[in-house]
């Protein structure tokens, strides 16, 4: 079949939905890393309560609608372009401006995780680490530019070294368990509610990314591929996450040392021999080198996705003889060379709360697209008709608005100040390369003064009101909340106040955004009259 990116080059591939499913895999999980902290931050009953009943409100309402949209608009871009024939130019930026963000500026951090377990092994000078990490992003860059379907196969291969490894951890772990994984429910003198806040605020971040595959939509020649690779993963995700982490609690304990630092998996196939922990970290090791190869292949394609769209300089869209868009592949990795030397602390507070957003429109395009475009095929649908989508995608809304609050005003405010940035650069880029009204003005009319399109103000204004409301609610939520002393501990003297600070600044700047977006739309409403 065509697609809607032809013209620059991109190239449809058969691609065995096997191969999908392993990079599903690999992007959502890739091992069960991060559980660790899970266990004794929620209790190892609640840790396991919640491992499965949060896919069911988080990641389902990612799957089925990431498979849904997927299945009726198979192009290169994924999100962003669902977000903007369902929502329009506006919002496909703002998805395709988040999606950079996070994408370009917190791979490296994946990296950095991979060269760390190493060095734990193998003692390395800073310069040593350097090296080696520079060396891992040339090679994996270069092979990126090869085409998506070998880069498919390489990464199914990684994932399913990872999985054999979890499976032995399984295995090891129900041989050698002899104690009730499910107690205690949750640490004594912690309240129920303090345990949920800290297990959903992880354990969302471990079951995020079904939709980030999508971005190579238009690279695959089977419509319903992707989707069905997407709806085959979850369950494997969920499954390499409970097994392996029941049957570790039986097998080894303390449940209250358990961490990143402490107790692991590793220490679980110590059980059968010493050998296979120190294997174990070169598991660590494929895992993050996986996470981090699948991510140049799919977080490029945003980039040139907006660069066709007119969004971004033209020659972005250059692609090879394989359909591989070079640059924004070359422009990732000439930024990994630099970001793999800094600390990531405040860009992951950027990258946790831009996923959420970017998950929202998703479910929120879902439904709009439902009452717009009822009869548009729909190889795959959410059952139940318009109810069963709402309650899927009302579910993944509800609990995008709890986690926006019990992560922390550190992870809103970082979110909140990039998307604050979104309106200015899409005006800028707009008035600077054209937008959609470059490719069609009469399908995509512009307002000549403004260079904005029609109703761009409103859109503008809805987000300007949501993101404002939200604010005011956090103004009153995050002190009774917040405990100023971990933010000492953990940002330095002062933190909470300045961080605080920066929350009213931007929700003020939000509100009076709005406030003139309403304006300016209201005289463009009267200039068209």
């Not at 039986?250 to 296979?276: H, K, R």
């Not at 507070?349 to 831009?354: A, E, G, N, S, W």
């Not at 990039?418 to 005006?427: N, Q, R, S, W």
């Not at 956090?474 to 600070?501: Q, R, S």
Request: net charge neutral; aromatic share 14%; hydrophobic share 50%.
């Amino acid at each position: 079949m065509a697609n809607a990116y032809e013209e620059h080059g991109i190239k449809r591939k058969n691609i065995n939905i096997f191969y999908i499913v392993g990079m599903v895999y690999c992007m959502c999980a890739a091992g069960a890393y991060g559980i660790e902290d899970m266990i004794p931050a929620t209790g190892p009953g609640l840790c396991l309560i919640l491992l499965l009943v949060i896919p069911l409100f988080w990641s389902l309402p990612q799957a089925y609608c990431s498979a849904e949209l997927g299945s009726a608009m198979p192009e290169e871009g994924g999100f962003v372009y669902w977000a903007q024939k369902g929502l329009g130019e506006f919002w496909g930026f703002q998805v395709g401006w988040w999606r950079t963000l996070n994408v370009y500026l917190c791979h490296a951090g994946t990296l950095v995780l991979a060269v760390g377990y190493i060095a734990s092994v193998i003692p390395m000078s800073p310069v040593a680490q350097y090296m080696v990490k520079a060396a891992l992003i040339i090679g994996f860059t270069l092979f990126n530019l090869r085409e998506v379907k070998e880069i498919s196969i390489f990464t199914t291969i990684l994932s399913i070294l990872v999985v054999a490894a979890f499976l032995g951890v399984t295995i090891v772990g129900f041989i050698y368990g002899d104690t009730n994984p499910m107690k205690p429910m949750i640490p004594e003198g912690q309240s129920v509610i303090e345990s949920l806040s800290l297990g959903l605020a992880i354990g969302m971040w471990m079951y995020s990314g079904f939709a980030s595959i999508t971005t190579i939509s238009g690279e695959i020649e089977n419509p319903t591929t992707m989707g069905k690779g997407i709806l085959i993963g979850l369950p494997v995700v969920i499954i390499s996450y409970i097994l392996p982490t029941w049957a570790s609690l039986s097998a080894v304990g303390p449940w209250y040392e358990w961490g990143t630092e402490g107790i692991s998996y590793g220490d679980v196939l110590a059980l059968a021999s010493p050998a296979f922990k120190v294997a174990f970290v070169f598991v660590a090791v494929i895992a993050s080198l996986s996470l981090f190869n699948a991510y140049i292949s799919t977080g490029s394609r945003v980039f040139f996705v907006l660069a066709a769209d007119n969004m971004a300089p033209k020659f972005l869209t250059k692609t090879n003889k394989h359909g591989v868009p070079v640059l924004p592949v070359l422009v990732m990795g000439i930024i990994d060379l630099f970001l793999c030397q800094l600390s990531f602390v405040a860009i992951v507070l950027i990258d946790v709360t831009l996923c959420l957003f970017v998950y929202g429109v998703i479910f929120i395009t879902t439904l709009v697209m439902r009452k717009t475009q009822p009869d548009m095929a729909r190889p795959i649908k959410i059952p139940g008709g318009i109810v069963g989508a709402a309650l899927i995608a009302g579910a993944g809304l509800f609990i995008i608005f709890v986690a926006m609050y019990i992560n922390g005003v550190d992870y809103y405010v970082g979110g909140a100040v990039a998307v604050l940035l979104g309106p200015i650069a899409y005006f800028l880029l707009r008035w600077k390369f054209g937008g959609l009204t470059k490719k069609d003005s009469a399908l995509y009319p512009e307002n000549k003064k403004t260079h904005m399109r029609w109703g761009d103000f409103k859109h503008i204004f809805i987000l300007c009101a949501i993101m404002g409301i939200m604010g005011i609610i956090g103004c009153f939520w995050f002190p009774w909340y917040e405990d100023p002393g971990y933010y000492t501990e953990v940002y330095g003297e002062g933190a909470y106040n300045l961080i605080m600070t920066i929350h009213y600044v931007t929700t003020a700047v939000f509100c009076a955004g709005g406030i003139f977006a309403l304006i300016m739309n209201s005289r463009e409403k009267k200039r068209q009259v």
